[in-house]
T-cell receptor
Framework: EPEVTQTPSHQVTQMGQEVILRCVPISNHLYFYWYRQILGQKVEFLVSFYNNEISEKSEIFDDQFSVERPDGSNFTLKIRSTKLEDSAMYFC??????????????FGAGTRLSVL | AQKITQTQPGMFVQEKEAVTLDCTYDTSDPSYGLFWYKQPSSGEMIFLIYQGSYDQQNATEGRYSLNFQKARKSANLVISASQLGDSAMYFCAMREGREAGNQFYFGTGTSLTVIP
């Protein structure tokens, strides 16, 4: 069964460093998303991406964050200068294109980011 | 106001019994989708079931069913014949509107423990 894959599964970084989290969405999906989940809290939306541009972003997604689809398969989240409060599980998700009724978002297994 | 409310932080159920996990939602959009996800201790988010706001019948997927009460704005997940592998966090989520790329709003989750 097709799945969303995320790498790495765990990333440890020093405060102030840049990190790039990688995702390979399901191949025929057109919408891509990043969410984060701080330990013990609910899942929060960061950004959605369609047709090579951001379609929606939350107030969490400030200038420190950026997303990119560098090629036909990868979707990345970059955090330019990490802060302690960026420590969280980051989930990538993807969904089918428009004109689909359900638009179920399928999630990857997550990348646990630890900022020291 | 919270878009999704899950009032049960933790639930216990005997193996082979049925259990209901509560979810209420808040939206003024007549078109929306409701989703349930399972998050085992390994961390991934697994899609379980979908209910559309215009669906006339309650959704079912194997042992999972959704008790959709539109007037009460509730979308409770019913798991029948619980198994030990059902022990996990369960999240209710909502997408407002018909746009494919719209964000999902998640609740705080319910931790389900299945007792042998």
């Amino acid at each position: 069964e097709p799945e969303v894959t995320q790498t790495p599964s765990h990333q440890v970084t020093q405060m102030g460093q840049e990190v790039i989290l990688r995702c390979v969405p399901i191949s025929n999906h057109l919408y891509f998303y990043w969410y984060r989940q701080i330990l013990g809290q609910k899942v929060e939306f960061l950004v959605s991406f369609y047709n090579n541009e951001i379609s929606e972003k939350s107030e969490i997604f400030d200038d420190q964050f950026s997303v990119e689809r560098p090629d036909g398969s990868n979707f990345t989240l970059k955090i330019r200068s990490t802060k302690l409060e960026d420590s969280a599980m980051y989930f990538c998700a993807s969904s089918e294109g428009p004109h689909r009724t359900k638009n179920i978002q399928y999630f990857g297994a997550g990348t646990r980011l630890s900022v020291l | 106001a919270q878009k999704i409310t899950q009032t049960q932080p933790g639930m216990f159920v005997q193996e082979k019994e049925a259990v209901t996990l509560d979810c209420t939602y808040d939206t003024s959009d007549p078109s929306y989708g409701l989703f349930w996800y399972k998050q085992p201790s390994s961390g991934e988010m697994i899609f379980l079931i979908y209910q559309g706001s215009y669906d006339q019948q309650n959704a079912t997927e194997g042992r999972y069913s959704l008790n959709f009460q539109k007037a009460r704005k509730s979308a409770n997940l019913v798991i029948s014949a619980s198994q030990l592998g059902d022990s996990a966090m369960y999240f209710c989520a909502m997408r407002e509107g018909r746009e494919a790329g719209n964000q999902f709003y998640f609740g705080t989750g319910t931790s389900l423990t299945v007792i042998p």
